[in-house]
């Protein structure tokens, strides 16, 4: 089974940025993309992020254009890169599996979580 590892979370001030790492080991189901959620206090996760086998990426429309998401297969490690923060970001960061779906083509859904790891804080101050 996959083990999912984050890093990176911190404090920083509304503008800033920040690089979330997850280390991946074990393998990952064929079926599944690999990316980020998110999760605010007492309420449900949020689909950030994901990337699929052939490097194509989804996004939530809430972090266009600000997150980027990318791998690096030798390092076997997840990247979350965040710019333009704001506090609507302070939130749990999860690495995680999501599920596939086919619309003419295959692409990552960003509603249906796998595994997942332990987490990492951001928190962003206005």
């Known amino acids: 089974h996959v083990q999912l590892v984050e890093s990176g979370g911190g404090s920083v001030q509304a503008g800033g940025s920040l690089r979330l790492s997850c280390e991946v080991s074990?393998?990952?189901?064929?079926?599944?993309?690999i990316g980020w959620f998110r999760q605010y206090p007492g309420e449900e996760r949020e689909g950030v992020a994901a990337i699929d086998d052939d490097g194509s990426t989804t996004y939530a429309e809430s972090v266009k254009g600000r997150f980027t998401v990318s791998s690096d297969n030798a390092k076997n490690t997840l990247y979350l890169d965040m710019g333009s923060l704001t506090p609507e970001d302070t939130a749990m960061y999860y690495c995680?599996?999501?599920?596939?779906?086919?619309?003419?083509?295959?692409?990552?859904?960003?509603?249906?979580?796998?595994?997942w790891g332990q987490g990492t804080q951001v928190t962003v101050s206005s």
């Open positions: 995680a599996t999501l599920s596939r779906q086919y619309g003419g083509t295959w692409s990552c859904r960003l509603d249906r979580f796998g595994a």
């Open positions: 074990g393998s990952i189901d064929g079926t599944n993309c």
